[in-house]
């Protein structure tokens, strides 16, 4: 009883707590790591280090006028944020935060990831269409196109860690690291999956989606109040999955020496969403054409070539 | 691709560069004296009125925040009966100071003059008045003026001659 119901629903709940209040946490987190590096101080007011600031963010958010556009297609404007959030909560069902703790151990994890990943695009095109804006609906069709063009080889990087660990369970994965993480091996692989991961979470350098300076804020220029903040509830846990999912993919997951596993998984995590953000603050966005070019010229054949030269030695050890 | 790395790199080494920002209640900024703060109206080094109410920064001001009404004392010396500045509309322009042909009107580096009601924004004469003689320590408009007024008659002022009679033949 004890084993099949209540072990389950507690790793259910800590991962949505950890998954919502990281998310909330970001907030604070990008704030304050943005003004280390542009000499600045960032928000350092509301309670010890402007911590508290997250609670502030909330408080406002909630209480901000949740105005739906006369002109919106009311019920897809509603549900489009929610599918962005839902589709991103999703995936880490799959996530092992240590050995055993994991709230479904599917032996087909990864694909999962990536099948859910690609679900996130539905939030984006659904809540630029339905807003009945131009900007909105240009940025959902950059959204539309960025996001499928980056998941195709952010797949095909992956098949490299599959290769190489012959599984498709997270879990295992991670044990296949024993010896070696893949970041080593498979180095090409890990700096394509981050080049998509960006992508996929429209983060700078790649939220054409969004692109304030030239399309006001892309998708979701018609939203306000609190679906206006799950869009970005949505954002912050994507980054925190794109960093996880890299952390079991190459860096070896929960594995690490002396403290316990779940601690090691935090901080390798941890590491990984500050270099999200230092992407940010030091990379320009590219234009359009430029994406689509790097996307389809430069990274496609990239993660292809590195399929294949894995398979191939694989092939040619065993 | 390099130039990419080099700009990570750039912005990773910021983290040990001095912050720029000032903590602002607790650390006070540096303002230099010639900033266009609150206005005040000075006095000259004798202690009196600088102003002699000539309307000049009344019609210099483009947003129409200062009033004003002349008089006269009995020897002739010029004064505002009441010098009123609305600093609720007032946008620190530094028009009036420029205006001011005595050098009684001056902006000064102070900019913390909030209030929770707007009535509590207008200043009358004797809040805008100082002690002093503001950023200008000598200078005494009578005193260099030629126009008469108690206690000094034309002529008597400085770098000056008294008048001559010109429709007179003597020397």
Redesign the interface.
Same mark, same amino acid.
């Given at each position: 009883m004890i084993e099949t119901i209540v072990r389950p629903l507690l790793i259910i709940a800590a991962a949505m707590g950890t998954a919502l209040t990281t998310a909330a946490g970001l907030i604070w987190l990008e704030r304050r790591l943005l003004a280390?590096?542009?000499?600045? +101080?960032g928000p350092n007011r509301v309670g010890p280090f402007g911590l508290l600031q997250v609670v502030a963010d909330m408080i406002k958010i909630f209480f901000k006028e949740d105005w739906i556009p006369p002109f919106a297609d009311r019920p897809v404007f509603v549900i489009a944020p929610a599918l962005l959030v839902v589709s991103v909560l999703m995936s880490y069902a799959v996530v092992p935060f240590a050995p055993g703790i994991v709230v479904a151990d599917l032996n087909v994890g990864l694909l999962f990831f990536l099948a859910m990943v690609s679900l996130g695009v539905y939030g984006l095109a659904l809540g630029g269409w339905s807003s009945n804006n131009k900007y909105a609906l240009l940025g959902a069709i950059r959204a539309t196109a960025q996001m499928l063009s980056y998941e195709v080889f952010m797949g095909l990087a992956v098949m490299g860690v599959v290769i190489l660990s012959g599984s498709f369970n997270l879990q295992q994965i991670v044990r296949a690291q024993e010896g070696m993480w893949f970041c080593i091996p498979q180095f090409a692989g890990l700096v394509i999956f981050l080049i998509a991961g960006f992508a996929e979470s429209h983060r700078l350098p790649f939220d054409l989606p969004e692109a304030e300076s030239e399309l006001i804020a892309g998708f979701h220029t018609e939203y306000s109040g609190i679906k206006f903040g799950l869009f970005f509830v949505g954002e912050y846990m994507g980054i925190t999955l794109i960093s996880m999912m890299t952390v079991i993919l190459f860096f070896g997951g929960w594995m690490g020496p002396l403290l316990p596993p779940v601690v090691w998984f935090a901080l390798k995590t941890f590491v990984l969403i500050c270099v999200f953000i +230092?992407?940010r603050?030091? +990379?320009a966005r590219p234009r359009y054409d430029q994406l689509m070019h790097f996307a389809w010229k430069v990274l496609l054949p990239l993660a292809l070539l590195n399929v294949m030269v894995t398979g191939a030695i694989v092939l040619a050890f065993d | 691709m390099l130039s990419?790395l080099r700009?990570?790199g &750039?912005?990773?080494r910021? &983290?040990f %560069?001095? %912050?720029? &920002?000032i903590?602002y209640p607790e650390q006070q900024p540096y303002l230099p004296p010639r900033y266009r703060g609150r206005i005040i109206l000075s006095r000259d080094p004798d202690g009196a009125e600088r102003c002699v109410a000539c309307y000049l920064c009344a019609a210099a001001c483009p947003v129409d925040c200062i009033a004003l009404q002349a008089t006269q004392d009995e020897t002739g010396r010029r004064y505002p009966a009441f010098f009123r500045i609305n600093f609720s509309r007032c946008i620190m322009c530094g028009f009036c100071e420029e205006a001011c042909p005595t050098l009684a009107i001056q902006l000064t580096p102070d900019f913390e003059m909030s209030e929770y009601r707007r009535a509590d924004m207008v200043y009358e004469k004797e809040d805008l008045l100082i002690a002093g003689p503001g950023k200008y320590h000598e200078y005494n408009f009578y005193r260099v003026a030629g126009r008469a007024i108690g206690g000094k008659d034309k002529g008597a002022a400085r770098n000056e001659s008294p008048p001559v009679d010109v429709r007179s033949l003597l020397p």
């Open positions: 280390v590096w542009q000499d600045r +101080l +230092l992407m603050a030091s +990379l | 990419i700009a990570i &750039t912005v990773l910021h &983290t %560069r001095p %912050r720029e &920002t903590q």
